[in-house]
């Protein structure tokens, strides 16, 4: 079983920027592909980005503003989010993620996100 932890979440103001964190458990993290997901409130879960050994893949609406990365030997994977807008208000949870943007394991507690304007 994987586990994720979550951090670096916070208030911005519009235009600004934070950087994520997801601290990932387990022995298989170089192996696998990773994702970035969000819920506003009142809404369902969506996928953001993922991150595999040679691509990344982004959803349109973070294209250009968000960046996701990895760590292998920190077991840690990373979304630094630019030029935020309200619309990214949002708890953020990461995942393993497979075909694409499909997550796997059960979540974390994810990291609030929370953009004013």
């Known amino acids: 079983q994987v586990h994720f932890v979550e951090s670096g979440g916070g208030l911005a103001q519009a235009g600004g920027s934070l950087r994520l964190s997801c601290a990932v458990s387990?022995?298989?993290?170089?192996?696998?592909?990773y994702g970035w997901y969000r819920q506003a409130p009142g809404k369902q879960r969506e996928w953001v980005a993922t991150?595999?050994?040679?691509?990344?893949l982004y959803t349109d609406s973070v294209k250009g503003r968000f960046t996701i990365s990895r760590d292998n030997a920190k077991q840690t994977v990373y979304l630094q989010m630019n030029s935020l807008k309200p619309e990214d208000t949002a708890v953020y949870y990461c995942n393993r993620v497979v075909a694409g943007t499909r997550s796997r394991d059960d979540w974390g507690q994810g990291t609030q996100v929370t953009v004013s304007a």
């Open positions: 991150i595999g050994s040679s691509i990344t």
């Open positions: 387990g022995n298989t993290f170089r192996l696998d592909a």
